[in-house]
């Protein structure tokens, strides 16, 4: 068994392709409407374009605002990506007008930063560490 795709709660499905294509640097695989606005809209890293896909999902449901205000609240990142240097991506990614909540900290076997996506959901960024 292999994850095929996992989603992430967006305000916005094409604020959220612009910012996750053009600032985080992932390529749109899956664009097709699915009814009304919503699109099935998926990305994929460019260094594994036939792996797992991130759906940038619309968060109309109900229960999606207070899901993902609670995580926000909380600082629980909604994603998690790795990196190989969480200090070099950290610095790109503010250079480009990423605001980040966490800076660059080691956390165990990772060290770890964490962002607001614009879209209502924190994402983290995590850098193996060799212990």
């Not at 409407?33 to 594994?48: A, C, F, K, M, Y």
């Not at 940038?56 to 899901?67: D, R, Y």
Request: charged share 30%; hydrophobic share 40%; glycine share 8%.
């Amino acid at each position: 068994m292999k994850i095929y795709v996992m989603s992430v709660l967006v305000d916005d499905q094409s604020k959220a392709l612009e910012f996750y294509t053009k600032t985080l640097g992932f390529v749109a695989k899956h664009d097709m409407p699915i009814g009304g606005e919503d699109r099935w809209l998926t990305v994929v890293s460019p260094e594994d374009p036939g792996g797992t896909e991130l759906l940038l999902e619309p968060s109309g449901h109900p229960a999606a605002k207070p899901f993902k205000d609670a995580l926000v609240k909380d600082g629980i990142p909604a994603a998690s990506f790795k990196v190989d240097d969480v200090d070099a991506e950290f610095k790109r990614l503010r250079d480009l007008g990423v605001r980040f909540t966490t800076e660059p900290m080691d956390a165990g076997t990772v060290r770890m930063a964490v962002f607001d996506d614009t879209c209502g959901n924190l994402v983290q960024i995590i850098e193996m560490i060799e212990k």
